[in-house]
């Protein structure tokens, strides 16, 4: 069964460092997306992607944040300078279509802690 | 934006025994999804349900749309379902049909 990957499962950054999560969608999905999880808390929208622009972000996804599709089968999530409050999982997910009944599928995450 | 509300907030159940849990959300919906977060952080898909009922082994879930709410149903639980189960709904309006999701349900099977 087709499945989104995710890598790398765990990192360790220092505050200040640019760090980049690198997420693979299901090869016939044209939408993507990325959510975080705060240790302990709910699981929160950052931005949705598709057809190589932001459809939607959320109040989180400031300037310091940044997705790109590099290739026909990467979709990257970029943090140029990390905070501690960056410390979260990351999660990345894709879907064949956004309007009407579709569902979304999720990676395993990438847990990233900011010393 | 959409809320959503799970119930209860925390789940101690014995080994066998069976359970509800309740999804509740504020407008209507074209998306609504049902997850088990385990214990290494991963959010594995259980039900993937906007309305209707479904069942998956020992799992079901059943969504009434039109009264905003979704429920889910563990029966015969086993130590293996303990952990947090999210409940995520998209909006019928959202732009960009992001997934809201809820404070999820933290259960606690006991052998």
């Known amino acids: 069964e087709p499945e989104v990957t995710q890598t790398p499962s765990h990192q360790v950054t220092q505050m200040g460092q640019e760090v980049i999560l690198r997420c693979v969608p299901i090869?016939?999905?044209?939408?993507f997306y990325w959510y975080r999880q705060i240790l302990g808390q709910k699981v929160e929208f950052l931005v949705s992607f598709y057809n190589n622009e932001i459809s939607e972000k959320s109040e989180i996804f400031d300037d310091q944040f940044s997705v790109e599709r590099p290739d026909g089968s990467n979709f990257t999530l970029k943090i140029r300078s990390t905070k501690l409050e960056d410390s979260a999982m990351y999660f990345c997910?894709?879907?064949?279509?956004?309007?009407?009944?579709?569902?979304?599928?999720f990676g395993p995450g990438t847990r990233l802690t900011v010393t | 934006g959409i809320q959503v509300e799970q119930s209860p907030p925390d789940l101690i159940l014995q080994e066998g025994a069976n359970s509800t849990l309740r999804c509740n959300f504020s407008?209507?919906?074209?998306?609504l999804q049902w997850f088990h977060q385990n214990p290494w952080g991963q959010l594995i898909n259980l039900f993937y349900i906007p309305s209707g009922t479904k069942q998956n082994g020992r799992l079901s879930a059943t969504t009434v749309a039109t009264e905003r709410y979704s429920l889910l149903y563990i029966s015969s639980s086993q130590t293996t379902d303990s952990g947090v189960y999210f409940c995520?709904?998209?909006?019928?309006?959202?732009?960009?049909?992001?997934?809201?999701f809820g404070g999820g349900t933290r259960v606690l099977v006991k052998p």
């Open positions: 407008d209507s919906v074209n998306n």
């Open positions: 997910a894709s879907s064949d279509r956004q309007r009407g009944p579709y569902e979304q599928y």
């Open positions: 995520a709904v998209a909006a019928f309006k959202a732009a960009g049909n992001k997934l809201t």
């Open positions: 090869s016939n999905h044209l939408y």
